[in-house]
């Protein structure tokens, strides 16, 4: 994800986080503004989806990979919305994410 262009447009904090406050919410049965800035602080230090699904696991069960799935979809779109591509690099791993996920079902 183009982590800059998302600071500097503060998406992360005007959609973002409103939206993970929402599904934490849900998810857990109560308000947990710690586990959604833990969220937000690993999105900003650039971690990789499956790093995040993995530490979210623990908290989230099963709600994990989709929450972080939904992320990554919000992201990219807001990317492609503004006309920001995403980097070569990251591009593999979405279609990567993809192929894996098509795999489970």
Known sequence: LNLPYLRGERV?????RPWLERKV???MGGPQ????EFILRR????SMPDALISELTRYLDDSAEPLV???WRMLAFELMRSGVALPPSQQKAVE???AKAEAQK
Do not use: P
Not at 33 to 36: A, F
């Open 69 to 71: 799935e939904r992320v």
């Open 96 to 98: 990567e994410q993809k």
């Open 25 to 27: 919410d849900l998810c």
């Open 43 to 46: 999105i900003n230090a650039s």
């Open 12 to 16: 992360l904090e005007r959609k973002l």
């Open 33 to 36: 503004s710690d586990l959604v």
